[in-house]
């Protein structure tokens, strides 16, 4: 995935309160060549020699929201009411979004809460988190998803186990790497356990080791100690002692309609591979009442959206829902569950708001 910066209203498939006068408006599809943006120039580029050679495919046209014909969009974000963020950092060639777009939030938490102005390591997460899909795909044997992806929340659970530490002790780039870069490294470690699981070694101990080296030499050694205002701590008292973060105080919500509302469900998306069930399902007006109530009161989320949408436009920073989708009239519980369900809307994007 690459890492896009949004400067206006993501305005995602979720709500039936928000109208753009769509009964007279009748937006269009226009056609545009795919230009080489900032993933294809700086960051392709920049980790050209950690990857494999690939055959260029001429470029397709694309077919996009015409945002001409749309009227009034925001042009900055400006226009906003903000809140205080660290600058939005390039995740590279890795499909580690989860973990930027929630290290972003947490580092906004202890601003809001200490007014300290923290930047913590991103692939300090993904390092372990790595780990812990080896373990669980050794005890499944074999049948639980080893991939990149994953979901918000698993930077919670990997505070509370593993800590964290500041991106300034590990940064995950290896001497002269600009930006990261784990297809091989993914390629290498899906490789191993394959084997692992034709030959039945279902050790553990030596999985997860030997992911670890894998990693290691991709990405170094992640430390166990660090010094922080001249005192050395462990991962997990970074957490608790210098960020004062609480990870119980922070849940996750969602609104399926398939699911039972006012109890906690699983959310089942591959990238869900631990298959955790504690995200509270809400009616879809609860759900949009909590998001806002949030921002407009001083806090920020992390959120799962899709950035595929014919109705981003990734040139000009903006999304919405087209009429020639669906008029926001009908936008509701049932709209938003059938793109779900027929994977025309995924959660493809981890973002900060």
């Known amino acids: 995935m690459k890492t896009i910066k949004l400067i206006a209203v993501l305005i995602l498939l979720l709500s039936n309160t928000i109208s753009f006068g769509q009964n007279t408006r009748h937006d269009q599809l226009q056609m545009r060549e795919k230009k080489a943006g900032f993933y294809d120039k700086d960051i392709m580029t ?39 963020k660290n600058i939005p950092i390039s995740q590279g060639n890795s499909n580690t979004c989860w973990s930027y777009s929630t290290t972003s939030f947490f580092e906004t938490e202890v601003y809001r809460q200490s007014k300290q102005v923290v930047k913590i390591s991103e692939m300090f997460t993904a390092y372990w988190e790595t780990v812990e899909k080896a373990r669980e795909f050794v005890r499944t044997r074999g049948e639980s998803n080893f991939d990149e992806g994953s979901e918000g929340n698993a930077v919670v659970r990997m505070y509370q186990t593993y800590g964290t530490v ?3 002790d590990y940064t995950g780039l290896m001497p002269g790497q600009i930006y990261h870069s ?37 990405m170094g050694v992640p430390p166990t100690k660090v010094v922080v205002n001249g005192k050395t701590i462990t991962p997990k008292q970074y957490v608790t002692d210098v960020l004062k973060l609480n990870m119980s105080d922070y849940i996750d919500l969602t609104s399926l309609m398939n699911k039972p509302y006012w109890k906690k469900v699983e959310y089942e998306v591959p990238d869900n591979w631990w298959h955790d069930s504690t995200y509270y399902n809400v009616p879809l007006d609860d759900y949009m009442v909590a998001i806002k109530f949030a921002v407009r009161n001083g806090y920020t989320m992390m959120i799962g959206g899709d950035v595929s949408e014919s109705g981003f436009d990734p040139w000009n920073q903006v999304a919405v829902v087209p009429t020639y989708d669906i008029p926001s009239e009908y936008i509701d519980e049932n709209a938003r569950l059938l793109r779900l369900l027929n994977g025309s809307t995924t959660d493809d994007h981890g973002m900060h708001w």
């Open 46 to 84: 920049g980790v050209q020699q950690y990857e494999e050679k690939k055959v260029e495919k001429p470029s397709k046209p694309i077919f996009k929201f015409d945002i001409n014909k749309f009227g009034w969009y925001p042009k900055s974000v400006d226009e906003f009411t903000t809140w205080w």
């Open 182 to 218: 784990h297809d091989k490294m993914f390629k290498e470690m899906k490789a191993y356990l394959q084997n692992v699981k034709a030959t039945n070694a279902w050790n553990e101990d030596e999985v997860t080791a030997t992911i670890k080296s894998i990693q290691n030499h991709y």
């Open 166 to 168: 500041p991106l300034q």
